[in-house]
């Protein structure tokens, strides 16, 4: 007996494919990112797919929502890391300078 409801995976495809001609009028540069927008969506789909969603698009967006924010935590993260390294650097320097 085979599955009478499409898979969560075979409705992203279904989407992607929808979405072929809007990618094609992108700009070159463009076309990479949305690409990975549905590679976020994929990340997800196991999830997804148990949400069973009557509109496989909202979780597909929660999906790239949910790879974005994990992507700008990274960034405050490294963006802190950068900001202390520069703090002590200063002092560093400032101590150096000092006179004795």
Not at 69 to 84: G, I, M, P, S, V
Request: hydrophobic share 30%; no cysteine; net charge negative.
């Amino acid at each position: 007996m085979g599955r009478t409801n499409p898979t969560y995976r075979d409705a992203l495809r279904a989407i992607e494919d929808r979405w072929a001609e809007f990618r094609r009028a992108l700009r070159r540069r463009d076309q990479p990112r949305f690409d990975q927008l549905f590679e976020y969506a994929r990340e997800h789909a196991d999830a997804s797919g148990l949400l069973n969603h009557q509109n496989p698009l909202v979780p597909a967006l929660f999906s790239i929502d949910l790879e974005q924010e994990a992507t700008l935590e990274d960034h405050e993260e490294r963006l802190k890391a950068l900001e202390h390294l520069l703090n002590e650097q200063r002092t560093d320097e400032e101590t150096s300078e000092e006179p004795r």
